[in-house]
């Protein structure tokens, strides 16, 4: 389904970057490229195929952004107050055609029309009103109180651009511009599937050395927040001749496949065989930590493109983290969303920490404010990467870059939100 070639995810050095990585997905793989249009109210979460331009001026009319009155502001004297008469009265909506003569002002309410030759408004608070008189104090700025037609969009000019994923206020944007409907990617297929002997389905009969499965959930709510349609294909025990067959069925209908468990180089491990018998499977070991290698590949369909694969690591958090950096991006891309740019936002280090140069390491952490107000990063006790309560009990993740090596206790360093990293 999926615009991909065989050797799509071939890369050949020891190591690869995350941003290298990132080039990568850029360079080699192309958007979905169906497309739908839907109503506004449903486009929330989907992704812009294409520029929008606005059809009219936002506002569509001069407008007062108060309560209050209309005037010229030439008919005001720069050296005192000014009294004038008030010459009529305009609700928002009002649609009578008031034109201001020299020595008038109107009466008129945020969101009603300017009546002509009217160029300022004074705010009600700051005027006295007498027996059909109003007098204004000097020094309101010539324009004060008023909004321009089109000075929050003018008419012609491209509001939203393709690539955008949908929000609330871009969707609200599209209907203050008079649309109704959007032209969007088509959502992706993303097949899922949880392998290990020792795995079982939260509830069922769980003899002592099972576990029960948490990725096939994670995966799935992951996913479906960054809007893909998810097909459970449940657990699978560790027989490479099942998940073969298995692999093979969802390679039509699907852009993705994304497997958790058996991909490291244990005895066990044979979501990679599985691969490599029907598709095309390369390990990408990138850069960071949590997360060992990451496998990628291509699955053949029976008819038309094959689906990704992606074989992530069994252990939760080494899934959470990898899905967010690797699979993430790659699902971005794949959707046709823009890269996002996650910016880190500074906080306060409250522990030391050592790391390996070249890789990225990300670390879990819970903010508190600090009794002199800055905001402290505090690292969850137990770092392993099966401890799922070290994702329960933190607000995010520390990016240590590439280049650190030691972090000191009160350094400032980068603090992505799980919201964030999440969206
Ligand atoms: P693996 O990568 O298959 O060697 O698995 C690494 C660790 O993650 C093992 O302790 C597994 O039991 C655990 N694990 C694998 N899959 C799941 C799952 N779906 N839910 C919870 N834990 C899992
Ligand atoms: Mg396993």
Not at 211 to 218: C, H, Q, T
Not at 236 to 243: G, H, I, M, S, V
Not at 323 to 331: A, I, M, S, T
């Amino acid at each position: 389904m999926a615009q991909l070639s065989d050797d799509c995810f071939a890369f050949s050095g020891p190591l690869l970057r995350l941003d290298d990585m990132e080039r990568l997905i850029g360079e080699r793989i192309s958007p979905v490229v169906e497309t739908e249009r839907v109503p506004l109210h449903g486009a929330r979460g989907r992704i812009l195929s294409s520029d929008v331009k606005a059809p009219v001026n936002l506002p569509p009319f001069d407008n007062s952004a108060v309560d209050g009155y209309a005037v010229r502001h030439a008919d005001l004297r720069p050296d005192g107050d000014t009294t004038l008469v008030v010459a009529g009265r305009l609700m928002a909506g009002a649609r009578e055609n008031l034109s201001l003569k020299p020595g008038e002002a109107v009466r008129i309410f945020t969101g009603a029309a300017m009546p002509k030759g009217a160029d300022t408004v004074f705010m009600q608070e700051d005027v006295t009103v007498e027996d059909g008189r109003v007098t204004f104090p000097k020094g309101l700025k010539l324009g004060a109180n008023r909004r321009l037609a089109g000075e929050d969009v003018p008419a012609g000019v491209t509001v939203l651009s393709a690539g955008t994923v949908l929000e609330a206020q871009h969707v609200a944007l599209a209907a203050a511009l008079g649309l109704t409907v959007l032209t969007v990617r088509r959502r992706l297929k993303v097949a899922i599937f949880s392998t290990g002997d020792e795995v079982v389905e939260p509830g069922a009969a769980r003899s002592s050395t099972a576990v029960f499965d948490s990725n096939r959930i994670l995966l799935m709510e992951l996913l479906e927040r960054l809007g893909a349609v998810v097909t459970d294909l449940g657990i699978l025990a560790d027989d490479p001749d099942r998940l073969s067959v298995k692999l093979r069925q969802a390679g039509s209908g699907h852009d993705l496949i994304i497997t958790t468990g058996g991909v490291s180089t244990g005895e066990a491990d044979y979501v990679r065989k599985a691969v490599e018998t029907i598709g095309n499977l390369v390990f990408w070991r990138v850069a960071i930590k949590p997360g060992r290698p990451v496998a990628l590949g291509v699955i053949p369909s029976g008819v038309g493109q094959g689906a990704a694969f992606v074989g992530l690591p069994g252990n939760p958090v080494a899934v959470f983290v990898t899905f967010v950096r690797v699979v993430r991006p790659l699902l971005r891309r794949l959707s046709g969303a823009r890269p996002d740019k996650l910016v880190p936002l500074p906080v306060r280090a409250a522990f030391a920490y050592r790391k390996k140069k070249d890789r990225r390491e990300y670390v879990r952490v819970a903010l508190k404010r600090a009794p002199d107000g800055e905001i402290e990063a505090i690292k969850h006790p137990q770092d392993g990467a099966g401890i799922l309560t070290s994702l329960t009990e933190t607000d995010g993740l520390l990016e240590f870059p590439e280049d650190v090596t030691a972090i000191e206790a009160g350094a400032r360093v980068g603090f992505l939100s799980y919201a964030a990293l999440m969206g």
